[in-house]
T-cell receptor, first 113, second 108 residues
Framework: DTGVSQNPRHKITKRGQNVTFRCDPISEHNRLYWYRQTLGQGPEFLTYFQNEAQLEKSRLLSDRFSAERPKGSFSTLEIQRTEQGDSAMYLC???????????FGSGTRLTVV | GQQVMQIPQYQHVQEGEDFTTYCNSSTTLSNIQWYKQRPGGHPVFLIQLVKSGEVKKQKRLTFQFGEAKKNSSLHITATQTTDVGTYFCAPGAQKLVFGQGTRLTINP
């Protein structure tokens, strides 16, 4: 297993465009998390899945954000009508229920111009 | 939800000096995890503390969980340049809530 994989590594988009990121977790991990991190800040929770069920979504998350994990394996995070304030590193992590710690991917850096 | 404050926000030390970062909460925490993020990297899991008063060591790193389970600390003895990075505490049961982190820089 190569760990948590995120694609693309970098994305530059124009304001108003839609973007989609993909996360492939560690195969035996049943929980998958999305976080957002801006410079100098800690990761901010966005949403998480247990298998294919989305169990929680941050109240701070705009309706422009949606995430899916259709077969309980990989996940996608879509941002519609991007704004400059969406520019950040989007981190995916996975874990086992009852396991120790999250394994993070290298992230997708989004720049909205 | 569970919120924590980490202090200090920044710490610059000479190589070989000790370093401590503190994580404080106004509420009792069920558990707390610590992560390290190197510059340009992603967070990497270090340890989880669950029991009141728990102390765990990893080589030069010592992690403590307060008796009241409202605070935690990470102490690094004799820092090395490889210790450079941001250290985050993160409490949480179903999901982790990360603090702002303490950024450690080291003068070789």
């Amino acid at each position: 297993d190569t760990g948590v994989s995120q694609n693309p590594r970098h994305k530059i988009t124009k304001r108003g465009q839609n973007v989609t990121f993909r996360c492939d977790p560690i195969s035996e991990h049943n929980r998958l998390y999305w976080y957002r991190q801006t410079l100098g800040q800690g990761p901010e929770f966005l949403t998480y899945f247990q298998n294919e069920a989305q169990l929680e979504k941050s109240r701070l998350l705009s309706d422009r954000f949606s995430a899916e994990r259709p077969k309980g394996s990989f996940s996608t995070l879509e941002i519609q009508r991007t704004e400059q304030g969406d520019s950040a590193m989007y981190l995916c992590a996975s874990s086992l229920v009852g396991g120790l710690g999250y394994t993070f991917g290298s992230g997708t850096r989004l720049t909205v111009v | 939800g569970q919120q924590v404050m980490q202090i200090p926000q920044y710490q610059h030390v000479q190589e070989g000096e000790d370093f401590t970062t503190y994580c404080n909460s106004s509420t009792t925490l069920s558990n707390i995890q610590w992560y390290k993020q190197r510059p340009g990297g992603h967070p990497v899991f270090l340890i989880q503390l669950v029991k009141s008063g728990e102390v765990k060591k990893q080589k030069r790193l010592t992690f403590q969980f307060g008796e009241a389970k409202k605070n935690s600390s990470l102490h690094i003895t004799a820092t090395q340049t490889t210790d450079v990075g941001t250290y985050f505490c993160a409490p949480g049961a179903q999901k982790l809530v990360f603090g702002q982190g303490t950024r450690l820089t080291i003068n070789p």
